[in-house]
């Protein structure tokens, strides 16, 4: 068993061979890499890393972020898409969650949230109420990460693909190409043009964004350290950028994360081009699922029934995303790990009044 702290400093060996891990686990995500922490550690969290080896090499594990709130007297961890475990083996279980503890108590950390990528498809409601009475854990449906998403299934070939999407949205894609749209590949240098991009869909949408530098470092970490696992795609009429997006591929797991669209030329349907060139690289980086990342957390029969009047939180981009044939998915969600009451009970207070934008 090992305890390792993340900080800022170079890219180690100790860093690969952990998003080496992250790559081949059932449950991984980019969430969990080293890249993610480091992104995350540039703007406002520390993090540590825990993990369980057998024979030298890495079973289980967590990359924990850690945030202060409170001029830094309340602090909080967050275990997103983690931890990494076999949740039917107790033993491992109870000393990855030892780790955690451990490591929650060196930085003075009140609860830890946890947020494992478990799909109730897989594991049920009630078996995850048992696991977590048994582990010492409070089931809570207060997640931090969309546990509800729209995943497309990218194992057919792209007519296959194709044929599975909402004829509309096959319209939108051969639409574009007929206006002329023309999507490319984007670089670093693209970024100011993707933030650009992302102010005018922030205010048309009224959601916050990130600050610009985040766009900026999240391209160029991952584009370093981690090639091939992130790609810009930009779509352009008469070489004006009308819609860009920024996907991530690790493992067998791709995923969209962010998405901008200009106020002009919409009817060219641009943000259809370049979703199309995002899944097409996906594919082509060998990816078996393709993540929209986010949609309400409602039942499908609810979704459906009220996707064309609603537009209030994730709804206006359910509508959207449902068009793009994928499968809708839900987590086990969250469970938190509770180490003071006292301000465990008031961080859900704060939540309850204020919700949280952090990732």
């Not at 922030?202 to 970490?221: L, M, T, W």
């Not at 078996?288 to 957390?297: E, F, I, K, N, Q």
């Not at 064309?308 to 086990?332: A, I, P």
Request: charged share 25%; net charge positive.
């Amino acid at each position: 068993m090992n305890m390792f702290e993340l900080g800022e400093r170079p890219y180690t060996e100790s860093d690969a061979e952990w998003d080496a891990f992250v790559a081949q686990h059932p449950h991984g995500s980019l969430l969990q890499t080293a890249v993610w922490a480091r992104l995350k550690n540039r703007f406002g969290w520390t993090s540590q890393r825990v993990w369980v080896k057998q024979n030298g090499k890495i079973v289980a594990g967590a990359q924990m972020l850690i945030k202060g709130y409170a001029m830094g007297i309340v602090r909080i961890g967050y275990v997103p898409h983690g931890p990494l475990v076999d949740w039917s083996d107790h033993e491992v279980v109870n000393l990855t969650l030892n780790q955690i503890d451990q490591a929650a108590f060196r930085d003075r950390v009140a609860f830890v949230k946890l947020e494992p990528l478990l799909w109730q498809e897989n594991l049920s409601p009630d078996r995850w109420q048992a696991l977590c009475n048994k582990h010492n854990l409070l089931p809570d449906r207060d997640t931090i990460q969309p546990p509800r998403t729209v995943r497309i299934d990218l194992t057919g070939s792209e007519e296959e693909i194709l044929a599975e999407m909402k004829q509309k949205t096959r319209y939108n894609i051969r639409l574009a190409a007929r206006k002329e749209v023309m999507v490319r590949r984007g670089s670093l240098a693209d970024i100011p043009l993707f933030n650009q991009l992302m102010r005018q869909t922030g205010s048309r949408n009224a959601f916050g964004i990130h600050d610009p530098k985040y766009y900026e470092v999240a391209f160029d970490q991952f584009d370093t350290l981690l090639p091939g696992s992130v790609a810009m795609f930009i779509a352009e009429y008469e070489q004006k950028p009308l819609a860009a997006v920024m996907a991530f591929a690790h493992g067998t797991q791709g995923a969209y994360l962010y998405g901008a669209s200009s106020n002009e030329e919409r009817e060219r349907m641009p943000t259809y081009a370049v979703q199309w060139a995002a899944i097409q690289w996906a594919k082509a980086q060998g990816c078996r699922w393709y993540d929209m990342w986010g949609v309400p957390d409602q039942s499908q029969s609810e979704l459906e029934a009220h996707f064309k009047e609603r537009n209030d939180g994730l709804w206006g981009v359910y509508r959207f995303k449902r068009g793009w044939g994928g499968r809708v998915d839900r987590t086990v969600g969250a469970a938190d790990r509770v180490y003071n009451r006292l301000t465990y009970r008031l961080y859900q207070w704060r939540r309850s009044r204020q919700g949280s934008s952090d990732e």
